[in-house]
T-cell receptor
């Protein structure tokens, strides 16, 4: 199957700093990428959907100025958590799909801890 | 609006026994249905999907799922469970009417005892 690589797998940052998470499709062109947030023992909450070269579409309740998403190429999307606070601590997962397949493929996730 | 329900938080089964993880959905139009598995601190792995055609879908690692339109269900099954199947399983649905927004169920934790 298609491979999606997410980096870093874990990051600890101080309150007030910004953190960037990368999501790369390694063997296919990701026309659409998705960013999810997962709280402990809960399901995935879709944060935003991005198409290459376009602005991301954010879900209701997600602050687009806080969670900056860039999808500048067909193989890379980034999520930047700006001015992070402890309540932003969570597991963030990206997924990507190409124009041919109906299913999306997931990265391994990033555990963000804000101290 | 799309929604997915996984009525069981946890399913326990003995190794070698058949397993079923339940999923029901609500979507406008015909659905695309998916099952994913998640291991601790990892992303999701795709297991199988239903798009159209045969109601019984076979996927990875011996898993299969049956699409039942009248009951709006898409239960995940495996004839003989393995201890290594123990993980968190997510059912997901997407409408086929355009757009790619996929909604996930709350997840069901499967424990397979040796």
């Amino acid at each position: 199957g298609a491979v999606v690589s997410q980096h870093p797998s874990r990051v600890i940052c101080k309150s007030g700093t910004s953190v960037k998470i990368e999501c790369r499709s390694l063997d296919f062109q990701a026309t659409t990428m998705f960013w999810y947030r997962q709280f402990p023992k809960q399901s995935l909450m879709l944060m935003a959907t991005s198409n290459e070269g376009s602005k991301a579409t954010y879900e209701q309740g997600v602050e687009k100025d806080k969670f900056l998403i860039n999808h500048a190429s067909l193989t890379l999307s980034t999520l930047t958590v700006t001015s992070a606070h402890p309540e932003d601590s969570s597991f963030y997962i990206c997924s990507a799909k190409d124009s041919m397949n109906t299913e999306a493929f997931f990265g391994q996730g990033t555990r963000l801890t804000v101290v | 609006a799309q929604s997915v329900a996984q009525p069981e938080d946890q399913v326990n089964v003995a190794e070698g026994n058949p397993l079923t993880v339940k999923c029901t959905y609500s979507v406008s139009g015909n659905p695309y249905l998916f099952w994913y598995v998640q291991y601790p601190n990892r992303g999701l792995q795709f297991l199988l999907k239903y798009i159209t055609g045969d109601n019984l879908v076979k996927g990875s690692y011996g898993f299969e799922a049956e699409f039942n339109k009248s009951q709006t269900s898409f239960h995940l099954k495996k004839p003989s469970a393995l201890v290594s199947d123990s993980a968190l399983y997510f059912c997901a649905v997407r409408a086929n009417t355009g757009g790619f927004k996929t909604i996930f169920g709350a997840g069901t934790r499967l424990f397979v005892k040796a």
